[in-house]
């Protein structure tokens, strides 16, 4: 795979420098050195973009549906035969471990494929009239030109999970990756080239300044949907300045998550469950367990298991065999989880193991740590700690737990291990979450739709619902004489 990341930009099927000749560098997270030098887009090229999707929309709209999963067929094979050196880019600009990368590329690559099979079932309806000279058509039709903007903790599968569906329902795209992890965006985009994608179809503009990309984007009557995954004030910002120009709006934002765990659970079971809900990406995910909640006559049994597995689970590079914990993406979420442990273990909570977070080689670490005692008042049950730090407390009863989980302005994801049927269907009905694990720790996939309630955005991305977002429906009233 070409490594050459100084013509980053890519508009109207040209890979290109900034108009400034201006770059910047990309780091590995790992040890802070510089992996790549990528153009500094800004508002000129985004501009340049809009003018080049706009005008590839008609086209491409007008191709058959079939045709367009062709290509986002085609685009998930080759992901999936460049899955070690996707997977390798990753780790070098995101800093998980290379398996969670290997998982992620799978992962990515299934939306592409899942949505190539969806663009052929974009179907409408024919609707009885109220009289004989009338028929009722609804058409479902592509929404127009999108800006996709994407976060730095899923450089691929946040990428495919818009554009693919985009490219399912007949829409051309403008992207702009995380400034962070750009080079994953650009690798798969040029697969997507290779794999046949009209000049036009999907751009790609990286930069330092996102606003400037941004604001070019919402200040365009020609972009007419703005799809988006990240922190909830970006979203907030981005749905309120949408509104000028009444852009549909797709936000995917932060999460809170509650992880109830019944006296009925199988133990064992749950434990894992929070391990692969809590560690992965090293808790840098918006589904992560941020709240584990434990009845309270096996919460010190549930605390030990866990401590037991928590410990020996590795820090590191990425790419270091055995390890499953990597880097922090920067200093600032290491200054946040170190806030986080400091504020709890100040209010009484206790580590029952890791507690470390640390400067090494030029990364930022923590180790995964388990706190006990922890109470509703610190800051780590309060906010997304977006690092490897498990926070467990007990509650009484079933209504205590589902009222302490639902106390928050977010939805996303949670989680609620029992045994007992009746409850776990309860429980899933009763928590105000758009994506519940039932025994479940990795509820995420393609057939799915994940998205959340309150702060947590609005629409669903993936399964069937994600094609909604990009499709307008028109209703079309034929009079027969
Ligand atoms: P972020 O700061 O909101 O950044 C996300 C993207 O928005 C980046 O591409 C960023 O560009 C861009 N951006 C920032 N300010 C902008 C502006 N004014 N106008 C236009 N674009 C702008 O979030 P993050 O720190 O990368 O991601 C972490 C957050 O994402 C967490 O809260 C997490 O829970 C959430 N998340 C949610 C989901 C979900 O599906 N619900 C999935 C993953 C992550 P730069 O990179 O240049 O700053």
Redesign the pocket.
């Known amino acids: 795979m070409d490594r050459d990341f100084g013509r980053g930009l890519y508009i109207d099927g040209q890979w290109q420098q900034s108009r400034s000749g201006r770059s910047f560098p990309v780091t590995n997270p790992a040890d802070g050195s510089v992996i790549a030098e990528i153009p500094d887009a800004g508002a000129e090229e985004t501009r340049a973009a809009i003018d080049a999707a706009h005008r590839a929309f008609p086209a491409w709209a007008a191709r058959p549906a079939l045709e367009r999963a062709r290509i986002l067929m085609d685009w998930s094979r080759a992901m999936e035969a460049h899955q070690d050196e996707l997977a390798r880019l990753m780790t070098d600009e995101n800093g998980k471990p290379l398996a969670e990368s290997r998982g992620e590329v799978t992962y990515a690559a299934g939306f592409a494929q899942w949505f190539g099979e969806e663009a052929r079932r974009v179907y409408g309806e024919i609707v009885p009239a109220a009289t004989s000279l009338k028929r009722i058509w609804v058409l479902r039709q592509p929404v127009g030109v999108v800006g996709a ?6 450089p691929a599968a ?1 990428v495919t999970r818009k554009v693919a569906p985009a490219l399912a329902a007949g829409c051309t795209v403008i992207l ?5 992890t750009p080079l994953t965006a650009i690798a798969i985009v040029r697969l997507l080239e290779e794999a046949g994608i009209p000049p036009g179809v999907v751009n790609v503009v990286v930069g ?1 300044d ?2 400037a ?2 604001d070019a984007l919402l200040d365009d009557p020609r972009v007419r949907k703005i799809t ?7 979203g907030k ?2 749905m309120r300045r949408s509104a000028d120009t009444m852009k549909r709006v797709s936000l ?4 809170q998550a509650p992880f109830l765990v019944f006296a009925d659970a199988d133990l064992d079971l749950a434990v894992q469950g929070a391990i692969a809900s809590k560690f992965r990406n090293t808790g840098q ?2 589904v992560s367990a941020n709240r584990i909640y434990v009845e309270e006559p096996v919460v010190d049994e549930f605390a030990h298991r866990m401590a037991q597995r928590v410990k020996e689970m590795r820090v590191g590079r990425g790419t270091e065999p055995g390890v499953v914990v990597g880097p922090l993406i920067d200093r600032q979420g290491y200054e946040k989880v170190k806030l986080h442990l400091e504020d709890a273990v100040r209010q009484g909570a206790s580590v029952a193991t890791g507690g470390r977070v640390y400067e090494s080689g030029g990364g930022f670490y923590a180790e995964p740590t388990v706190l006990v005692g922890v109470e509703e008042r610190m800051v780590v049950m309060r906010e ?1 700690t ?1 690092g490897p730090v498990a926070p467990i407390s007990s509650f009484k009863t079933e209504a205590e737990a589902l009222e302490r989980a639902n106390a928050t302005p977010y939805g ?1 994801a949670a989680y609620a291990y029992t045994r007992d049927l009746a409850r776990g269907v309860r429980v899933a009905e009763g928590l105000e979450y758009g994506i519940v694990g039932l025994n479940d720790g990795m509820p995420s996939t393609p057939q799915a739709p ?1 998205g ?1 309630f309150k702060e ?2 609005q629409g669903r991305e993936g399964g069937r619902q994600g094609m909604d977002a990009f499709l307008e429906i028109k209703f079309v009233s034929v009079g027969l004489g």
Request: aromatic letters at 12%; glycine letters at 16%.
């Open positions: 903007i994407t976060p730095w903790n899923f946040m702009k990756p995380a400034e962070q330092q996102p606003v990309i941004g988006f995954t990240g922190s909830t004030e970006v910002h981005l995917e934002l932060g999460g995910t918006c997304e977006f996303l994940f959340g947590s955005g």
